[in-house]
């Protein structure tokens, strides 16, 4: 079965860092892009980061650019993302979720997500 | 706020059609993607490339686009549709979704 499975995600201080996995199951793993999406408690979604099946080309909304790096092992086959000077306004369900390119397609398998609380 | 309006609520009975318009200008030229999001759940496609369905998603569901206005239809709308619905594009070599909709069906 083709499945993401999301991890990492917990409470931490404001300022503080968290690193979040995504292990992928029943797919060639190298022929996705991969992505995280969070969706804050009652709001949207929100895309944050993608990177291709073989890391060399990574992006990023501005709103995370400089504080969270996306990167994957895809002997492991897992994506993160790993998250810097968290505050309050990170707390969200994180999702990741893949696609076939850069700038097209849709995201045709999400995970359940994990949640991060960013809260003292 | 997002780049994609979209009403934050529709309401309708069961039975009839449900539309839900995502408008803006990074519509243009595009086909958004369409996202189905019950309580509790993860996203799920149930629109791309225009009009099409993946596998498993009822032929009730439809999507149209005209200048910077994309439409979501759903025909005989059921009571397992009530959800959360947004609309995607992509922006260059970013991803923007719409704020969603918030379907009800009473």
Request: proline content about 5%; some cysteine; aromatic content about 10%.
């Amino acid at each position: 079965e083709v499945q993401l499975a999301e991890s990492g995600g917990g409470l931490v201080q404001p300022g503080g860092s968290l690193r979040l996995s995504c292990v992928a199951t029943g797919f060639n793993f190298n022929n996705y892009w991969l992505h995280w999406v969070r969706q804050a408690p009652g709001r949207g979604l929100v895309w944050l980061s993608q990177i291709h099946g073989d890391a060399t080309t990574k992006n990023y909304a501005d709103s995370v650019r400089g504080r969270f790096t996306i990167s994957r092992d895809n002997s492991l086959k897992t994506v993160y993302l790993q998250m810097t000077s968290l505050t309050p306004e990170d707390t969200a369900l994180y999702f990741c979720a893949r696609n076939t390119s850069e700038s097209a397609g849709a995201f045709d398998v999400w995970g359940r997500g994990t949640l991060v609380t960013v809260s003292s | 706020s997002s780049d994609l309006t979209q009403p934050p609520s529709v309401s309708v009975s069961p039975g009839q059609t449900a539309t839900i318009t995502c408008s803006g200008l990074k519509l243009r030229n595009k086909f958004p993607y369409w996202y189905q999001q019950k309580a509790g759940q993860s996203p799920v496609l149930v629109i791309y490339e225009e009009d099409k369905r993946p596998s498993g998603v009822p032929e009730r569901f439809s999507a149209s686009t005209s200048g910077n206005t994309a439409t979501l239809t759903i025909r005989g709308t059921q009571p397992m549709d009530e959800a959360d619905y947004y609309c995607q594009v992509w922006d260059s070599y970013s991803v923007v979704f719409g704020g969603g909709t918030e379907l009800t069906v009473l």
